[in-house]
């Protein structure tokens, strides 16, 4: 049964585990999945507008903000967090030297002089870059007393076909430990999608935090606001970690993690329009525009491939071939001309890209579609990288007199094994060349 249980939860939070440890492959696939980044305080104002009890919070950018702090936030004691997209922040530093992204203060006056030391500056911690993110404003929450500390979560779980409840009064820590020391601590609740979380299902969640008393249906009421929120703004992952019991009795979210299903993003567009970008790679911004799948990497091949799988093996077989890749690149299975022009765009965008590598198997692309994309792309860009391309599906031939009644000096490859070997031979010569 604990085999069964810890297999369970660590299917359960694949999505959220993965979004940590491959933070830099981001979930890709013909569904054109992107996540959406929100700051803290960001979950706490959806949290809120949904009922969910939060620390009363305003966010601090200058020292105007936080003239009129004391007035606005009046409470026994204050906690100062720096606001980027990364984990660590309490035992991170700045790079002006200044110690600890979170702190603590009970006197009002001190939250500037606090908050200047952040704001403008970059916060280094275990899960930034080396050279930090820069902090563009601090969230000042009131400070409050834990009594207890437990886990909540919602999420889409395939194995399910829904959503399902997952629950433990250990919180604070991480859940898949929990899962496999300590299998009866976590309950899992199948949830149907009509229905809803019901008021018995949100005691016995209650009952089963052990909140006691009064506690009890506060919990429970929080368990319905959060089911109200999941479904509110089209999550598929809504984990609070911890949901708190203070000392005055009270259920608290102190934090959130929150993942929305992209294929919302027309019904969510408050939401979706909240997005923070400002710490991504300019370039998977601008390809994000075009509906374009791109990661940035150190190799020197640029790739233009149609479909997550086929353009994991590209990139399989560059370094078989003793190159890197520069990037995925996904144009997915509905691009067109315009995409393509964006993609080469993109690509070329890269200083260390020295060739580009086009592979497309036309099943739903029409491969003269690309090839037209590629011929215009390359003359209006002025391409002065060596550009190999390999075709084959769907109007295959009529794509490769496209590419060689251009004029351009496209080199066509007669299968991948050839493109990928061609591409690394071109990359070569090509830094050879500038070297001289």
Known sequence: MQAIMAGLLKSAFHLSHTAQCLSGLKKVNAMQVRFLNLLEYQSKVLMENHGVNIQK?????NADDAKTLSKDLAVDEYVVKAQILAGGRGKGHFSNGFKGGVHITKDANQIWPLAEKMVGHKLITKQTPPSGIMVNSVMVAESI?????????ILMDRAHNGPVLIASPAGGMDIEEV????????K??????IEGVTDDMALTVAEFLEFHGTSRQKCAEQVKALWSLFTGVDAVQLEINPLAETDTGDVV?????????????FRQKDVFAMDDTTESDPREVEAAKYNLNYIGMSGDIGCLVNGAGLAMATMDLIHLHGGQPANFLDVGGSVNETQVKQAFDIISSDPNVKAILVNVFGGIVNCATIATGVVNATRASGLKLPLVVRLEGTNVDAAKKILQDSGLPIIQAKDLDHAAMTAVDQASLKAKAQAC
């Open 57 to 61: 919070f305003k966010m601090v950018r």
């Open 145 to 153: 007393v834990i009594k207890r500390e437990t886990y909540f979560c």
């Open 179 to 186: 899962a496999v020391s300590s299998p009866h601590l976590v």
């Open 188 to 193: 899992t609740i199948p949830i149907d999608i």
């Open 253 to 265: 979210s102190v934090d959130a993690k929150i993942q929305f299903d992209d294929n919302a993003q």
